[in-house]
């Protein structure tokens, strides 16, 4: 729905705005939920600060210009993303 909020939304005109979950993530945890996903071991990724820093996808300014709230966990979000290119 984040999609089609923002393809009907003429506040969001030439705007760039972020569709995610709005929860923090690091890497690792990003990389091991799409391998158990696709039924693969965890990559190494060594031990360096992006790997263990966490990040987030602001959600903030699509949030103050529409109704949009993410409805979709970040797991859930995964899994649907992998089967859609799965099939």
Known sequence: DGIVE????????????????????????????????????SIDLGKSDPITKKTLGDIKKITSLTNWKPTISFEEGIKRTINFYCK
């Open 6 to 41: 923002v393809a009907q939304s003429e506040r969001l005109t030439n705007e760039i705005v972020n569709l995610a979950s709005g929860e923090q993530k690091t890497l690792r945890e990003v990389t091991d939920e799409i391998c158990k996903n696709l039924g693969a071991e």
